[in-house]
């Protein structure tokens, strides 16, 4: 069965800390990992996805097959970059039955 | 990208009742799924919205329970039925589009609250 798993419910760092969202998943076949964020009162949007090794708004994550884990790291946190960040998979191509981690809430403090 | 507009954004419903949910895509896409996300809990797929033929849903989920429309490309509907307050949670409708940047988008969310 696919599963993903994000440790931390909350994380909390300063601004100008570098921040690691941790994501592990378990899939016997090859994943497509994804980002979603959700800033508060908006919708769900996504992030990053592992195929396009796009950084964006500074945030970057590296598929481990190894370890099975897309952490998402960013260097220098700002405070906008406080919300809800949600580690998915997909088993095949695409964005076809998306499996969701249980959430991380980054709170940047001044 | 793609507007989704998703309605009712809230209510509170009675034990027994039906809620219908609506999700309207301001541009043709091809797939529509419904998400639920129970408090604390993590988006769970309930069902793949199929134009023009019945829903394909996950282990788990019935269409008895979760009757799921979707009469066009740009339209789906999403039933709770016969509610129980462990229906309490927030529904979200998303879609795909097909092409260089194929992204999954989400509607703002219904919250569900079953007395």
């Known amino acids: 069965a696919q599963r993903v798993t994000q440790p931390e419910k909350l994380l909390s760092v300063f601004k100008g800390a570098p921040v690691e969202l941790k994501c592990n998943y378990s899939?016997?076949?090859?994943?497509?990992l994804f980002w979603y964020v959700q800033y508060s009162r908006q919708r769900l949007q996504l992030l990053l996805r592992?195929?396009s090794r796009e950084s964006i708004k500074g945030f970057t994550a590296d598929l481990n097959k190894g370890e099975t884990s897309f952490h998402l790291k960013k260097p220098f946190a700002q405070e906008e970059d406080s919300a809800m960040y949600y580690c998915a998979l997909s088993a095949s191509t695409g964005f076809q039955k998306l499996v969701f981690g249980t959430g991380t809430r980054l709170l940047v403090s001044p | 990208s793609a507007v989704i507009s998703q309605k009712p954004s809230r209510d509170i419903c009675q034990r027994g009742t039906s809620l219908t949910i609506q999700c309207q895509v301001d541009?043709?896409?091809?797939?529509m799924f419904w998400y639920r996300q129970q408090p604390g809990q993590s988006l769970t797929l309930i069902a793949t919205?199929?134009?023009?033929?019945?829903?394909?849903?996950e282990s788990g989920f019935v269409i008895d329970k979760f009757p799921i429309s979707r009469p066009n490309l740009t339209f789906s509907t999403l039933t709770v039925s016969n509610m129980s307050p462990e229906d309490s949670s927030i529904y979200l409708c998303s879609a795909t589009n097909s092409g260089s940047r194929e992204k999954l988008f989400f509607g703002s969310g219904t919250q569900l609250s079953v007395l």
């Open positions: 919205a199929n134009q023009g033929s019945e829903a394909t849903y």
């Open positions: 899939y016997s076949g090859s994943p497509e």
């Open positions: 541009s043709q896409v091809t797939m």
């Open positions: 592992h195929i």
